[in-house]
């Protein structure tokens, strides 16, 4: 049985026909894992017990000839910042060491009523802030595709388990990429829904008005499966959006003729690399080629996006972790005279450094007499950067870009230039900062054998047209 490439649709067919059993599916990951991990560091924890509990429920349903839920025996695996109950869950951050979650994340229940095995929990940058999986508070994630490079992040777990066969689907979150970017560095789709299709129910927060949960996948088809699975309103997350979810596998290799492709020039400026660059305009002409007409547009405010960016999630972030004090849960430093040195130790000794810089960055836009000349004058930049994904869109039906301006960096390359690094985010910040889906899909890969990705942005709750159109560039580069 080769799992490496396994799909959704695969590994329910084959339990479905037991050809196998979820149990065995299960243990067949399990020994990937244990062959492979030690090299790559995707997983923080495995969730054996729960794992096999599942899988064996599934095999009784298979057994009794009882219906199977669209999930049925399917391995995934689930990034650290989302609840997993009586499972370890840490944000990849030593401050949450050994905390065991009290409730299910609604994503991850959702998954295990679908049937999923959920085989453990995914290594991220700490509290999902960064863009290389190099700031866990553990280890790093090694890219598959070459060891000496980052995963990207900070899904970076989420991205390299799928890759290297360790999980058949996974779960991540994405701020300001951290579900496309690391998508694109390993060569597996990623999914960000549009802000409010799917729960934040148990997402451990980092910038409330940015945050999305979404999948990373082998194909287009499966991440429309998963999404079918977690999308829909939920009671207990208020921002969750009372909107219909359609069949999203229908829209799956539908013909792509007379759509309206949109090309930003923003997005293909100075500083991308001439062999994303080359992949990307493949794409292009590809889609030309299955009847698309490709539409030159203009996001005049993209250059602004990455400032923006950087002071609403870490004003957000700066609120967001004050809950991390040392007194209601988490780790407590030891031997304080005072609550207030408590305080102060507890957090310096439990936050990383990239941490502690976005908490620092977001008490300062907030302070008093600097809120309304960053934090407020960001907000506007915000909405007028909505304002024009809104014109576009009045012109076509989805937008293409590069996800990245570059293929996979080397482990600590950037690490010592925290702006280098945050450029990374240049072409997927826009999408968290306005809301809208976004869907990175392998296009190529460089000379060196690294994987390209090209990213295809959509309206709101439109991520029926990004299948399709994903679909179409998938079959064009397979």
């Known amino acids: 049985m080769n799992i490496e490439r396994m799909t959704i649709e ?44 599942k899988a064996s429920e599934i095999d009784r349903l298979v057994a009794d000839g009882a219906p199977l839920p669209a999930l049925a025996g399917v391995p995934v695996g689930i990034k650290d910042v989302l609840m997993t109950k009586d499972i370890v869950t ?53 890219n598959p595709h070459d060891l000496t490079r980052v995963p990207g992040g900070s899904s970076g777990g989420s991205a390299a388990s799928v890759a290297a066969g360790m999980a058949v689907a996974t779960l991540g979150s994405d701020t300001g990429g951290s579900i496309r970017q690391p998508a694109a560095f390993c060569g597996v789709v990623g999914l960000m829904p549009t802000y409010g299709r799917v729960s934040r129910y148990g997402l451990i927060a980092f910038a409330s008005s940015l945050d999305h949960i979404g999948p990373f996948t082998h194909t287009v088809k499966d991440a429309a499966i998963m999404l079918g699975v977690i999308a829909g309103r939920d009671p207990l997350d208020s921002t969750s959006a009372d909107v219909p979810v359609p069949d999203y596998v229908a829209e799956v290799g539908r013909p792509v003729k007379g759509m309206k492709i949109g090309v930003p020039d923003e997005y293909f400026a100075e500083g991308l690399d001439s062999e994303v660059r080359a992949a990307v305009e493949k794409s292009i002409d590809d889609l030309r080629a299955a009847g698309c007409e490709i539409v030159r547009i203009t996001l005049p405010s993209t250059k602004y996006a990455i400032p923006t960016y950087y002071i609403v999630a870490t004003a957000e972030a700066s609120s967001n972790l004050a809950r991390f004090d040392g007194v209601r849960y988490a780790y407590r430093a030891e031997g304080a005279a005072t609550l207030s040195e408590m305080y102060r130790r507890s957090r310096d000794e439990g936050f990383g450094a990239e941490v502690k810089r976005r908490i620092l960055l977001g008490t300062y836009a907030l302070s008093a007499g600097y809120y309304d000349a960053y934090y407020l004058k960001a907000q506007r930049v915000r909405t007028l950067l909505a304002r024009e994904f809104e014109t576009a869109f009045a012109q076509v039906d989805a937008i293409l870009t590069p996800t990245t301006p570059t293929p996979a960096f080397k482990l600590g390359e950037k690490t010592n230039n925290p702006l280098e690094m945050y450029l990374n985010d240049i072409f997927t910040v826009t999408a968290d900062l306005v809301g809208i889906p976004g869907i990175s899909v392998p296009c190529g890969k460089t000379r060196a054998g690294l994987p390209i990705g090209v990213q295809l942005l959509g309206k709101h709750f439109d991520e029926g047209t990004l299948f399709r159109v994903a679909s179409a560039v998938e079959h064009a580069a397979s």
Do not use: W
């Open 10 to 53: 695969t590994a329910r067919e084959q339990v479905a026909r037991k050809q196998t059993t979820a149990t065995a599916l299960a243990e067949s990951f399990y020994k990937r894992i244990e062959a492979e991990d030690s090299r790559i560091g995707a997983y923080l924890a495995l969730s054996r017990e729960r794992a096999f509990a």
């Open 90 to 142: 840490t944000a990849g951050s030593k401050i949450l060491k050994n905390f065991k979650a009290p409730y299910d994340c609604t994503a991850v229940a959702r998954l295990e009523r679908a049937g999923a095995v959920i085989l453990g929990k995914l290594n991220c940058d700490e509290f999902a802030m960064g863009s290389s999986n190099e700031n866990s508070g553990y280890h790093p994630v090694h």
